[in-house]
């Protein structure tokens, strides 16, 4: 079975700090994703990933930034917390390869951390 | 960029009946519709997709049919149980290209009183 792993379920930041949000997969896939969930906005992509170091915006990267050092890790950085980024966030991966599930378009989900920046 | 719509925002059904969601796009271009359910504190999980080339596909009790020409597609979900209480959610691609990209709709919650 595909994991993908979000290291924090819950955090708490306040205004102004910078705030890492990390994201494990163990499936080997190449696309990594950010999305930001709000009720009645569904799911927002913040910024993906096709492969190590690579990156693009997606529809709301304002105020964000990624990483990704390594292939099975992606990380989401609020350089600058503010308030209207208290949201839930969710990471999600998928592969081209038949090794890694076949379908390019079938992305896996973690869990989701839920952010609030008071 | 894809524009999907979905609707209803919530839907309340009594157990066994049936449930329709339905979700509209922008995109001629885009020719793959994936659903996802997500359950409390879970991430989204794909439940069933569709490939603009079939109009309809069913697994047991939820079925998704395709209207290329009107650009938009539905979920049915059958014989509902509380089980299937969750947030739903529609997506389209255009397969093969953009590196998997999904623009999702705004979800659903979908209640089911027993």
């Known amino acids: 079975d595909v994991k993908v792993t979000q290291s924090s379920r819950y955090l708490v930041k306040r205004t102004g700090e910078k705030v890492f949000l990390e994201c494990v997969q163990d499936m080997d896939h190449e696309n990594m994703f950010w999305y930001r969930q709000d009720p009645g906005l569904g799911l927002r992509l913040i910024y993906f990933s096709y492969d190590v170091k690579m990156k693009e915006k997606g529809d709301i990267p304002e105020g964000y930034s990624v990483s990704r050092e390594k292939k099975e890790r992606f990380s989401l950085i609020l350089e600058s917390a503010s308030t209207n980024q208290t949201s839930m966030y969710l990471c999600?991966?998928?592969?081209?390869?038949?090794?890694?599930?076949?379908?390019?378009?079938?992305?896996?989900f973690g869990a989701g951390t839920r952010l609030s920046v008071l | 960029g894809e524009n999907v719509e979905q609707h209803p925002s919530t839907l309340s059904v009594q157990e066994g009946d049936s449930a329709v969601i339905k979700c509209t796009y922008s995109d001629s271009a885009s020719n793959y519709f994936p659903w996802y359910k997500q359950e409390l504190g879970k991430g989204p999980q794909l439940i069933i997709d569709i490939r603009s080339n079939v109009g309809e596909k069913k697994d047991q009790r939820i079925a998704v049919t395709l209207n290329k020409t009107a650009k938009h597609f539905s979920l049915h979900i059958t014989e509902t149980q509380p089980e299937d209480s969750a947030v739903y959610f529609c997506a389209a691609s255009m397969d093969g290209t953009s590196y998997g990209k999904l623009t999702f709709g705004q979800g659903t919650i979908l209640t089911v009183h027993p």
């Open positions: 999600a991966s998928s592969s081209p390869s038949l090794r890694g599930g076949g379908n390019e378009n079938i992305q896996y």
